[in-house]
């Protein structure tokens, strides 16, 4: 079973719009870690934010934010004022309590147009 | 700090030779990972390792082999390379948990199988 579900696979928004990535996630586990990860166009993976289970609190940085929400296992990040550096491919990731194994969604490629 | 680092950046194989790609960390973490990207795909988890001497398999294992004899290094071994296994392979790590739970990446080896 897919515990990572990112189902948008590519956006295009144009620069300064707002957008929304979504990541869905299956866990049996009460104690986990959900994790945003960023992949420019240069192939390295950049790490963005890190959510325990136990914190629902939504979380800005700066143009980003991250909505936690346990009852629909969703953890979906959002860029406001999106720029062309923010194109990328973004991927969400859980790992569960064991913390052996990081599950990783198939990506979610973002393109922003000047 | 160097970090993750992986070698070589690229590689050519034909059909049914051999190789290692080499991964080394200096952050004295005891977790190590495996993955590949194929390409517009996400990570897959190829094996890991909690501490030396200690591995394992994770989802796509076959016709790979890993060995962990110190805590820096965490080769990865592919033995008879089929045009499969093209791919760009990731080695992570990460510190025990309770200290930092992210995955630190290495930049990447981009492999191609012909």
């Known amino acids: 079973a897919q515990k990572v579900t990112q189902v948008q696979t590519e956006i295009s928004v144009v620069e300064k719009e707002d957008v929304t990535l979504d990541c869905v996630y299956e866990t049996r586990d009460t104690t986990y870690y959900l994790f945003w990860y960023k992949q420019p166009p240069s192939g390295e993976l950049v790490f963005l934010i890190r959510r325990n289970s136990f914190d629902e609190q939504n979380e800005i940085s700066g143009r980003y934010s991250w909505n936690f929400q346990k009852s629909t296992s969703s953890f979906n990040f959002t860029i406001t004022a999106s720029q062309v550096v923010d194109s990328a491919v973004y991927f969400c990731?859980?790992?569960?309590?064991?913390?052996?194994?990081?599950?990783f969604g198939s990506g979610t490629k973002l393109n922003v147009k000047p | 700090n160097a970090g993750v680092t992986q070698t070589p950046k690229f590689r050519i194989l034909k059909i049914g030779q051999s190789m290692t790609l080499q991964c080394t960390q200096d952050?004295?973490?005891?977790?190590m990972y495996w993955y590949r990207q194929d390409p517009g795909m996400g990570l897959k988890l190829i094996y890991y390792?909690?501490?030396?001497?200690?591995?394992d398999k994770g989802e796509v294992p076959n016709g790979y082999n890993v060995s962990r004899s110190t805590t820096e290094d965490f080769p990865l071994r592919l033995e008879l390379a089929a045009p499969s296994q093209t791919s760009v392979y990731f080695c992570?790590?990460?510190?025990?948990?309770?200290?930092?739970?992210?995955?630190?990446f290495g930049s990447g080896t981009q492999l191609s199988v012909l």
């Open positions: 990731a859980l790992v569960e309590y064991n913390f052996n194994k990081f599950y």
């Open positions: 992570a790590s990460r510190p025990d948990q309770g200290v930092d739970e992210k995955l630190f």
């Open positions: 952050m004295n973490h005891n977790y």
């Open positions: 390792s909690v501490g030396a001497g200690i591995t």
